[in-house]
């Protein structure tokens, strides 16, 4: 499955994200490390669709600040076909 990820950061920089694609925004739970005392974010896009898009992540932390990072693109690629299987020749 695709994802957007984010490098590690501080966990206490991040409560969640909110991730902007296309201009839609969702919010995302922080992937927590305890032990590494780091989150990031690790987003599912596989309900996006297929196609180019813009997308942008900010860190929100307790207290509501957080910028969003510098707008990037990324392509979601069409599902490849899936051949022989269940097929007898």
Same mark, same amino acid.
């Given at each position: ?58 860190? +929100? ?27 007898? +020749?």
């Amino acid at each position: 499955m695709p994802y957007l990820i984010c490098d590690p950061i501080p966990q206490n920089e991040a409560d969640h994200f909110l991730v902007d694609i296309d201009g839609t925004i969702i919010a995302v739970d922080a992937e927590r490390d305890n032990d590494a005392g780091t989150c990031r974010l690790h987003y599912d896009v596989s309900g996006v669709s297929p196609g180019s898009h813009t997308a942008k992540i900010a860190a +929100v932390n307790m207290w509501g600040d957080g910028a969003y990072s510098d707008p990037f693109d990324f392509t979601k690629e069409l599902p490849g076909q899936v051949s022989g299987v269940g097929l007898e +020749v």
